[in-house]
T-cell receptor, first 112, second 112 residues
């Protein structure tokens, strides 16, 4: 089934460790996004990419980095995790940057 | 900066009651508007979208939303809710310049 695959589904991580959340889509969408979902705050954009080879900062980019080496993959890296990064992370994609987005199942990340 | 506000944080209804969830956006130019639903333990799914044209938009599962430009609103409605509509609902807006801006979400609980 076409869609977005995120891995891992959940992870517990010690503070100070690094972690890469994986996101792969097979719809050949140009645009991809990373959001974090926190209670009472909705979804907040971390980073986005309108096309392969380009990335941009969202609303809450600090502590996170992304890369977009190809159309399908958009990994999110936490270089040195902190407890405030405990959240549910959703990857999304859309054909272009103003089209409806398709979401992955999310990664639940706990930083201890 | 664009923002999206959802003022109802938690709504409890009985089955067959009518639903209206408020959404206001703060952008004066052309804006694309969306409603997403997140069922418990699942990822976000698109309910409906407004890009232009008829301001009354019909989506899946009997939901509709009305774009009222003069009020900067895009409220979600359903004439008769079901227990299966229990979920969190997110309004989102997109000015076409970058990714979606989400509201903080409204948790809907439908009691049988």
């Amino acid at each position: 089934t076409a869609g977005i695959t995120q891995a891992p589904t959940s992870q517990i991580l010690a503070a100070g460790r690094s972690m890469t959340l994986r996101c792969t889509q097979d719809m050949r969408h140009n645009a991809m996004y990373w959001y974090r979902q926190d209670l009472g705050l909705g979804l907040r954009l971390i980073h986005y990419s309108n096309t392969a080879g380009t990335t941009g900062k969202g609303e809450v980019p600090d502590g996170y980095s992304v890369s977009r080496a190809n159309t399908d993959d958009f990994p999110l890296t936490l270089a040195s995790a902190v407890p405030s990064q405990t959240s549910v992370y959703f990857c999304a994609s859309s054909e272009r940057d103003n089209q409806p987005q398709h979401f992955g199942d999310g990664t639940r990340l706990s930083i201890l | 900066a664009q923002s999206v506000s959802q003022h109802n944080h938690h709504v409890i209804l009985s089955e067959a009651a009518s639903l209206e969830l408020g959404c206001n956006y703060s952008y004066g130019g052309t804006v694309n508007l969306f409603w997403y639903v997140q069922y418990p333990g699942q990822h976000l799914q698109l309910l409906l979208k407004y890009f232009s044209g008829d301001p009354l938009v019909k989506g899946i599962k009997g939901f509709e939303a009305e774009f009222i430009k003069s009020k900067f609103s895009f409220n979600l409605r359903k004439p008769s809710v079901q227990w299966s509509d229990t979920a969190e609902y997110f309004c989102a807006g997109d000015t076409g310049r970058r990714a979606l801006t989400f509201g903080s979400g409204t948790r809907l609980q439908v009691q049988p």
